[in-house]
């Protein structure tokens, strides 16, 4: 159990009013209402899986709560990032999530880090907070919240979605498993697809983050058992939940330090590493001037998925999705469709694109990426074409 001083910590007469509902239950009562209000929580991130468990534990009265974010509100976060309105669109996120947080409960403590989290700042962020709930969507702040956890010796509540799917456990909890147990070594950059890139059900973050804010709670009380040691899995499509059992490496390396974790995660190159070379680009602009010309001497190939083709198109573009590209049929697609032109690729944003690319040089066709991909077509060229 957490060791926290609810000596100092009183309840308001509001706050009786407020908590009623938990004051009557035994396994919370009075003195668990204190423990709330006596803890500190850090929530890295206030995307999807942020917006529901800053909620709760603000509506729980959790005391303190730290939030770690420098991302500001778009419209595309609305269908799944609750804790923010389409009036904070352009925005900073903490400073949504905060005035959200005062109006659901205002006795609780908000910090707010306007930053990116990194090895030089994550340790002083977090030192100060009882747990930390881990809410970001990328490998390498994962890695570094855990071992920053590690290091600090707190409780790190973990979850994470893509499409129809979640998983949630609690790592480095009473001598329990770390992230690392899970996944000693990252996946090759690119293997796993953003949700930007393959979508997610705006519902799916809410359930995980619930679990996350309740693991959070039950771990404040020193009640129940946690998910430490155990790896809950959850299909929405499917309605089922599954989980499979964690347990410590006794060979996994020891943690002693941060490190680069963008470059861990291959993301970064090694600064002594020679440079890679970059793949061909053109503009949005460059590419409108060549289709006004009408020009036959090129194939413009989108790699991004059915679904996203159906939204907005580049005019003359054929679809070739990078999964199919990287199986291989693909390839003979692209191949087949050349002929003797010469070939531009682009996706949503320019990075599948560039993957599709580079597997295609490796087939010995060479191309040229389209910057910014659809997302700078619709912003400086077709405003027409949504953004998604």
């Given at each position: 159990?957490?060791?926290?001083?609810?000596?100092q910590?009183?309840?308001?007469?509001?706050?009786?009013?407020?908590?009623?509902?938990?004051?009557?239950?035994?396994?919370?009562?009075?003195?668990g209402?204190?423990?709330?209000?006596?803890?500190?929580?850090?929530?890295?991130?206030?995307?999807?899986?942020g917006?529901?468990?800053?909620?709760?534990?603000?509506?729980?009265?959790?005391?303190?709560?730290?939030?770690?974010?420098?991302?500001?509100?778009?419209?595309?976060?609305?269908?799944?990032?609750?804790?923010?309105?389409?009036?904070?669109?352009?925005?900073?996120?903490?400073?949504?999530?905060?005035?959200?947080?005062?109006e659901?409960?205002p006795?609780?403590q908000?910090d707010?880090?306007?930053?990116?989290?990194?090895?030089?700042?994550?340790?002083?962020?977090?030192?100060?907070?009882?747990?930390?709930?881990?809410?970001?969507?990328?490998?390498?702040?994962?890695?570094?919240?855990n071992?920053?956890?590690?290091?600090l010796?707190?409780?790190?509540?973990?979850?994470?979605?893509?499409?129809?799917?979640?998983?949630?456990?609690?790592?480095?909890?009473?001598g329990g498993?770390?992230?690392?147990?899970?996944?000693?070594?990252?996946?090759?950059?690119?293997?796993?697809?953003?949700?930007?890139?393959?979508?997610?059900?705006?519902i799916?973050?809410?359930?995980?983050?619930?679990?996350?804010?309740?693991?959070?709670?039950?771990?404040i009380?020193?009640?129940?058992?946690?998910?430490?040691?155990?790896?809950?899995?959850?299909n929405?499509?499917?309605?089922?939940?599954?989980?499979?059992?964690?347990?410590?490496?006794?060979?996994?390396?020891?943690?002693?330090?941060?490190?680069?974790?963008?470059?861990?995660?291959g993301?970064?190159?090694p600064?002594?590493?020679?440079?890679?070379?970059?793949?061909?680009?053109m503009?949005?602009?460059?590419?409108?001037a060549?289709?006004?010309?009408?020009?036959?001497?090129?194939?413009l190939?989108?790699?991004?998925?059915?679904?996203?083709?159906?939204?907005?198109?580049i005019?003359?573009?054929?679809?070739?999705?990078?999964?199919?590209i990287?199986?291989?049929?693909?390839?003979?697609?692209v191949?087949?469709?050349?002929?003797?032109?010469?070939?531009i690729?682009?996706?949503?944003?320019g990075g599948?694109?560039a993957?599709?690319?580079?597997?295609?040089?490796?087939?010995?066709?060479?191309?040229?990426?389209?910057?910014?991909?659809?997302?700078?077509?619709?912003e400086?060229?077709d405003?027409?074409?949504?953004?998604?």
């Open positions: 159990m957490l060791n926290l001083d609810i000596e910590t009183q309840l308001s007469r509001e706050e009786y009013e407020r908590f009623s509902r938990h004051l009557i239950l035994p396994e919370v009562g009075v003195e209402q204190r423990r709330l209000k006596a803890a500190s929580v850090l929530c890295i991130g206030t995307g999807g899986l917006s529901p468990l800053l909620l709760y534990l603000a509506a729980a009265g959790i005391g303190r709560l730290g939030i770690v974010d420098f991302d500001i509100v778009d419209t595309s976060n609305l269908q799944r990032q609750v804790i923010h309105g389409t009036s904070w669109v352009g925005k900073p996120k903490i400073e949504s999530a905060k005035n959200r947080i005062h659901i409960n006795n609780c908000v707010l880090y306007e930053t990116r989290l990194s090895s030089e700042n994550a340790l002083d962020i977090i030192r100060p907070y009882d747990i930390v709930v881990d809410g970001t969507d990328n490998f390498p702040t994962r890695y570094l919240v071992d920053a956890c590690v290091l010796d707190k409780p790190n509540v973990y979850g994470s979605i893509f499409r129809f799917e979640g998983q949630a456990t609690v790592f480095n909890y009473e498993p770390n992230y690392r147990d899970l996944y000693p070594e990252p996946p090759p950059p690119g293997m796993v697809p953003s949700c930007a890139e393959g979508g997610v059900l705006g799916l973050p809410g359930i995980i983050g619930v679990i996350q804010a309740t693991e959070t709670v039950k771990i009380l020193g009640k129940g058992e946690t998910l430490s040691g155990r790896l809950m899995l959850y929405a499509l499917t309605m089922k939940f599954r989980e499979l059992k964690l347990r410590p490496n006794p060979e996994r390396p020891v943690i002693d330090r941060l490190i680069d974790y963008e470059q861990f995660c993301m970064a190159p600064s002594a590493a020679p440079e890679v070379p970059m793949l061909p680009e503009t949005v602009t460059e590419l409108k060549l289709i006004d010309s009408g020009a036959e001497d090129y194939l190939v989108d790699v991004r998925n059915p679904p996203e083709y159906e939204i907005g198109r005019p003359g573009s054929v679809l070739v999705p990078l999964p199919d990287e199986a291989g049929p693909g390839v003979e697609k191949k087949e469709l050349l002929g003797n032109r010469r070939l690729a682009h996706c949503k944003m599948r694109s993957k599709a690319l580079a597997i295609l040089q490796t087939a010995g066709i060479e191309g040229t990426n389209v910057a910014g991909g659809i997302n700078a077509w619709s400086q060229v405003p027409s074409v949504p953004q998604y």
